[in-house]
């Protein structure tokens, strides 16, 4: 638990260096949305691509993968459903970012070492890996395109729209990885450092520019997204993980390692890349901070307390 919470501590340093930088004007607006579309279009799908093309698919598609399907679901009609009742009808591209700051949990630079030192193996992240960077990503990319599209004035012929979520570097990047895995195509050894070193760009240059956004935009749970927020952290740090166990324990019946498993990963905050694909699209962004930094901090007992029971 301490080497998880360390993971904890090393996000929120460079956060800090971002809100250090930020505040002493060494770095300002125009270079987060420099950080942001260099962590958007090279360095994550590189990542991505690094992370699935190694993972161990015989683990990827076990049961856990339809329990932590069923909960992203249930969690992202929850918020649905509420957002309509609350706030009224919202507009697509809105919707979708506040779905991804309710379900969308942060797996890689967060859940690994988690998964690491509380599960005792990391493999434990590739079935969430694979849903949220095969599946929700790239259909949550081809709304915010077509949201885009109709902002614009633009429209869509039927193939360039099927083709909306394989036109975004994110998803290029999945595809092309879980495709070298499964194929079993082999990459030469020469390949992999420079692989690696351009993918260990995104983590801290996301969190850079999340710390610049901590300074230079208003305070975290203040705004006109500020209802809104009430809503999607509660259902991230708390409904989520509580989905997660009442269908590996009541509807599937696993044993207790994997009930911990999909409990502790759904309990983990809202993904860095959220804020960096509302960003991106320019939708909700404060939003996405906000829910980000609430449920990084509120995640952190959650996870404690599903650990220590579970055991």
């Known amino acids: 638990m301490q080497a998880a919470l360390s993971g904890y501590l090393t996000i929120w340093s460079v956060i800090g260096v971002g809100w250090v930088v930020a505040h002493f004007r060494v770095l300002n607006e125009q270079h987060r949305r420099m950080l942001s579309r260099v962590a958007f279009t090279v360095a994550s799908p590189v990542l991505l691509f690094s992370l699935l093309s190694r993972a161990d698919l015989s683990h990827v598609f076990s049961t856990t993968i339809i329990v932590s399907a069923l909960a992203i679901v249930i969690g992202g009609l929850v918020y649905l459903v509420a957002a309509r009742l609350f706030f009224g009808p919202g507009d697509l591209a809105g919707r979708t970012v506040g779905t991804l700051c309710s379900i969308y949990t942060n797996a890689g630079n967060l859940?690994?070492?988690?998964?690491?030192?509380?599960?005792?193996?990391?493999t434990w992240m590739a079935p969430i890996l694979l849903i949220q960077v095969g599946v929700l990503q790239p259909a949550a990319l081809a709304l915010l395109d077509l949201a885009a599209a109709r902002g614009q004035g633009t429209r869509?012929?039927?193939?360039?729209?099927?083709?909306?979520?394989?036109?975004n570097p994110l998803t290029l990047g999945s595809i092309a990885g879980l495709l070298v895995n499964a194929l079993h195509v082999p990459v030469p050894a020469m390949l992999w450092p420079p692989i690696e070193m351009v993918g260990?760009?995104?983590v801290p240059a996301m969190l850079l520019a999340f710390g610049i956004s901590l300074r230079l935009d208003p305070l975290p749970g203040r705004g006109p997204h500020a209802r809104?927020?009430?809503?999607?952290?509660?259902?991230?740090?708390?409904l989520h993980p509580a989905l997660a166990y009442a269908l590996a324990t009541w509807v599937f019946g696993l044993p207790l390692p994997q009930v911990l498993a999909v409990t502790?990963?759904?309990a983990l905050p809202t993904a860095q890349n959220i804020y960096l694909i509302s960003g991106?699209?320019?939708?909700?962004?404060?939003?996405?901070?906000?829910?980000?930094?609430?449920?990084?901090i509120a995640s952190i007992p959650v996870i404690v307390?599903?650990?220590?029971?579970?055991r």
């Not at 869509?156 to 036109?167: A, C, H």
Request: glycine share 4%; no cysteine.
């Open 228 to 238: 809104e927020l009430a809503l999607v952290t509660p259902i991230k740090v708390l």
């Open 280 to 296: 991106r699209y320019h939708v909700r962004t404060l939003l996405a901070r906000d829910a980000i930094f609430i449920s990084t």
């Open 156 to 167: 869509l012929s039927l193939l360039r729209y099927l083709s909306l979520p394989f036109r």
């Open 111 to 122: 859940g690994l070492p988690v998964a690491a030192y509380v599960l005792g193996d990391m």
């Open 264 to 266: 502790v990963i759904a």
């Open 200 to 202: 260990q760009i995104a």
């Open 305 to 310: 307390a599903a650990s220590t029971w579970l």
